[in-house]
């Protein structure tokens, strides 16, 4: 679960990371308001949106007096902001976030993240901090720095030493920096994150170290265990299908192309997508109704499905072990039924029952296409888009 940048400063405050002061204004007026509670020029108008790259799609500019702020302020509330994260859609701003300008002598970059690889958490910095951190692992891997941090063992001094020698970080700010760093540290783990990144990390003209950005992911599988983290949410940032898949316990993901899947298990989706790909179209879900899916719920995934206006045909993929397939042909054809379907939907089942299953999709009187195998289902749907 990702987080407004807002946010995840007010949880450094918490853990004693220094940022900027500011805070967050809906509106021109609040915008104007937090201006003046900062009380000093410039102030920076930033968009909040879950996606970074915001300074160079014009979401984050300086503002030197009240009617700049007024001005910024309304420019970029209700702006559509693309970015290279955010897709050519863009996200509507409806945040912003109005903080006290610094005077940067150097921007750096900082983060933690876990490294399935090592099994460890992974320090990551840069002296190139602002830029976009992709391009520099691409250009000049070397300007990268990497510490791994054993969970069991968590953060030493020497760690500290080795980011702080590899930013040259200068002595006078030495003790600020590593208390930042042990402090992010104990962040990350306390609330189960899966990333924290500040780029920039600044040093500012007067040597103090300052988190200017701040990206933060919460590792969705432990929120049970943080209640208090569940609303900073905000739905208004995520694909309201995938909102309402959530809901119904449906493991749904929004992609780009034209045929729209039903699958039980998230191995099998992957495969699916696979064969999809093979037989030239291209997938526009992941959903997974789990291993248990009851009627109910593959009539809630056919609705979303069928609700993407991309889909232009259905692939259904059952292998029935627990979720038997006679049930879920029934399934199936209860929702087919409930549903207004206007578009090809191709039916691949295999496992328990599935003999009883093919007869009562047969028998339904609906137009389904049926698969002998996953080779002939990819083909069939293949034929039904191009
Ligand atoms: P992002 O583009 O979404 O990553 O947004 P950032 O919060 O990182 O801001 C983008 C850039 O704006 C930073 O890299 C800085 O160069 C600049 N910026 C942000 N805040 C300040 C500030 O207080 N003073 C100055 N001089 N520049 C700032
Ligand atoms: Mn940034």
């Known amino acids: 679960m990702k987080i407004h940048e807002y946010q995840a400063k007010q949880l450094f405050r918490q853990y004693n990371i220094p940022v900027p002061e500011g805070n967050v204004a809906f509106s021109v007026g609040g915008?104007?308001?937090?201006?003046?509670?900062?009380?000093?020029?410039?102030?920076?108008?930033k968009a909040q949106i879950h996606a970074g790259g915001r300074g160079k799609g014009g979401g984050v500019k300086l503002a030197s007096s009240m009617d700049e702020v007024q001005t910024v302020a309304n420019e970029i509330l209700g702006m559509t902001l693309v970015t290279h994260q955010t897709g050519p859609e863009g996200k509507l701003v409806k945040?912003?976030?109005?903080?006290?300008?610094?005077?940067?002598?150097?921007?750096?970059?900082?983060?933690?993240?876990?490294?399935?690889?090592?099994?460890?958490?992974?320090?990551?910095?840069?002296?190139?901090?602002?830029m976009d951190i992709e391009t520099v692992?691409?250009?000049?891997?070397?300007?990268?720095?990497?510490?791994?941090?054993?969970?069991?063992?968590?953060?030493?001094?020497?760690?500290?030493?080795?980011?702080?020698?590899?930013?040259?970080?200068?002595?006078?700010?030495?003790?600020?920096?590593?208390?930042?760093?042990?402090?992010?540290?104990?962040?990350f783990?306390?609330?189960d994150c899966s990333l924290v990144e500040i780029n920039p990390l600044i040093l500012t003209s007067t040597n103090k170290v300052l988190a200017l950005d701040a990206?933060?992911?919460?590792?969705?599988?432990?929120?049970?265990?943080?209640?208090?983290?569940?609303?900073?949410?905000?739905?208004?940032?995520?694909?309201?299908?995938?909102?309402?898949?959530?809901g119904y316990n449906l493991n749904y993901i929004n992609l780009d192309g034209n045929v729209g899947n039903i699958v039980n298990g998230a191995g099998l989706a992957m495969a699916t997508m696979d064969i999809i790909k093979n037989a030239g179209a291209?997938?526009?879900?992941?959903?997974?109704?789990?291993?248990?899916?009851?009627?109910?719920?593959?009539?809630?995934?056919?609705?979303?499905?069928?609700?993407?206006?991309?889909?232009?045909?259905?692939?259904?993929?059952?292998?029935?072990?627990?979720?038997?397939?006679?049930i879920f042909a029934q399934g199936v054809?209860?929702?087919?039924?409930?549903?207004?379907?206007?578009?090809?939907?191709v039916v691949r089942m295999e496992g328990t029952n599935v003999d009883e299953g093919k007869k009562i999709l047969a028998d339904s009187g609906l137009t389904l296409t049926s698969a002998l195998n996953l080779s002939d289902a990819a083909q069939k749907i293949a034929a039904a888009v191009n």
């Open 282 to 326: 291209t997938p526009a879900n992941f959903m997974d109704v789990g291993g248990g899916a009851s009627s109910e719920q593959v009539e809630n995934a056919f609705r979303i499905i069928l609700a993407d206006e991309k889909v232009k045909a259905v692939l259904i993929n059952i292998f029935g072990g627990i979720l038997r397939c006679d």
């Open 95 to 130: 945040k912003l976030l109005i903080e006290a300008g610094q005077e940067i002598q150097k921007e750096l970059y900082l983060s933690l993240l876990v490294d399935r690889a090592t099994a460890s958490v992974v320090i990551m910095a840069s002296q190139d901090g602002g």
């Open 333 to 345: 054809v209860d929702a087919a039924r409930k549903t207004n379907i206007t578009i090809p939907v």
């Open 137 to 187: 692992a691409e250009e000049t891997p070397e300007r990268i720095i990497k510490v791994h941090v054993d969970p069991l063992l968590g953060i030493q001094g020497y760690h500290i030493r080795q980011v702080a020698f590899g930013l040259k970080i200068p002595p006078v700010a030495m003790k600020q920096f590593g208390a930042l760093l042990s402090n992010l540290f104990k962040l």
């Open 31 to 45: 915008a104007k308001e937090a201006t003046q509670n900062i009380g000093s020029f410039p102030v920076v108008v």
């Open 215 to 246: 990206k933060l992911d919460f590792d969705s599988n432990a929120l049970h265990r943080h209640k208090e983290l569940m609303g900073l949410r905000d739905l208004d940032e995520e694909d309201p299908l995938e909102v309402e898949a959530s």
């Open 189 to 191: 783990v306390e609330n």
